[in-house]
Nanobody, 121 residues
């Protein structure tokens, strides 16, 4: 069982930056691939970024490439999402999630509670 706690959301102006954090419980954090997802009002949840257990592999949805960076610190059981050049379209609740497998189709087994990101124009 893994418990995830998201934090770091807030209100930021367009063009600004924000870093989200997610801390996991348990001692097997490095075994899990970690991902960030987001859900905007009235829209379905969408994938944002993922990182492998070792941190050596990452991938992103096209709309955030070159603006967002996912990273992890396995010693601290934490994963981060650094967001730059934020746009109003990035406004959403952001969730971190953990997967036992790696890849675009990997099912995510554990989810954080979400943190709100609001980008004003």
């Amino acid at each position: 069982q893994v418990q995830l706690v998201d934090s770091g959301g807030g209100l930021v102006q367009a063009g600004g930056s924000l870093t989200l954090s997610c801390v996991a419980s348990g001692r097997t954090f490095s075994r899990y691939a970690m991902g960030w997802f987001r859900q905007a009002p009235g829209k379905e949840r969408e994938f944002v970024a993922a990182i492998s257990g070792s941190g050596g592999n990452t991938y992103y949805t096209d709309s955030v490439k070159d603006r967002f960076t996912i990273s992890r610190d396995n010693a601290k059981s934490a994963v981060f999402l650094q967001m730059k050049s934020l746009k109003p379209d990035d406004t959403a609740v952001y969730y971190c999630a953990a997967a036992s497998a790696w890849g675009p189709s990997a099912p995510y087994d554990y989810w954080g509670q979400g943190t709100q990101v609001t980008v004003s124009s």
